[in-house]
C-alpha cells in the first residue's frame, strides 16, 4: 500500500506510473468503449503495450473499429479482477484508434503479441515464420492500436475512489 508522501498527496506520480505499468502488464484483455449517435458499445480484445500504445487484432468491419474510424475517439478500461471493492484498480483512457500498416512498427508488435501469447502460434504449421501477413489472413483481422491521450490510475488499496490522471 503506498504512504502519503511529505506533501500530503496520496503517491507521487512516478509510484502511480510504475503501479499502472505494472497492472497494464499484469493483464491481457481491454475493453474498448465507442459510440454511433446516442447508443454505446463496449468490446474486450487481447492487447499488447508496446511504447504507450496497446495494439491488438480486430476485424475491420467490427462495431469498436467502424465506429472509433467514424467518430475519431474511443475510450478504454484495463482493470484487475477484484473480489471486493478494497480491491478495486485499474486504468480509464480516452484516445483514438489506429490501423497499423505491414512494417517495422508491425513486425515488433508482433513478436511482442506472440510472446504475450504464445497460444496464437497453435493455429500454424511448425516452422513457418510467422509474418503479419499470415496472421491477418488466417484469422481475417488487421493489427490496430490504442493510443491513449487521456489516462487516469484508479486504485481503492490506496484510498476509497482513489483516481489520478497520469502520463505513461
Excluded at 512516478?14 to 491481457?28: C, F, K, P, V, Y
Excluded at 490501423?99 to 515488433?108: D, F, N, S, V, Y
Excluded at 508488435?109 to 504449421?125: G, I, M, N, Q, S
Aim: charged residues 20%.
Amino acid at each position: 500500500m503506498i504512504q502519503k508522501n511529505s506533501t500530503g498527496s496520496d503517491a507521487s506520480d512516478e509510484q502511480l506510473r510504475g503501479l499502472a505499468e505494472d497492472l497494464i502488464q499484469q493483464q491481457s484483455t481491454m475493453t474498448l468503449a465507442t459510440a454511433a449517435g446516442d447508443v454505446a458499445w463496449a468490446a474486450p480484445v487481447y492487447y499488447v503495450f508496446y511504447k504507450s500504445s496497446f495494439y491488438f487484432f480486430s476485424e475491420s468491419t467490427s462495431r469498436h473499429i467502424q465506429e472509433s474510424v467514424k467518430s475519431g475517439q474511443a475510450s478504454a478500461a484495463i482493470y484487475a479482477f477484484a473480489s471486493t471493492w478494497k480491491e478495486i484498480r485499474g486504468i480509464q483512457m480516452a484516445g483514438c484508434i489506429q490501423q497499423i500498416p505491414t512494417g517495422l512498427e508491425a513486425i515488433k508488435v508482433l513478436r511482442a503479441y506472440l510472446t504475450k501469447f504464445p497460444f496464437t502460434k497453435e493455429f500454424f504449421d511448425t516452422g513457418v515464420p510467422l509474418r503479419l501477413e499470415a496472421f491477418t489472413k488466417r484469422f481475417k483481422v488487421k493489427l490496430y492500436k490504442f493510443e491513449p491521450d487521456l489516462f487516469y490510475y484508479l486504485d481503492n488499496q490506496i484510498r476509497f475512489g482513489f483516481r489520478q490522471q497520469i502520463t505513461i
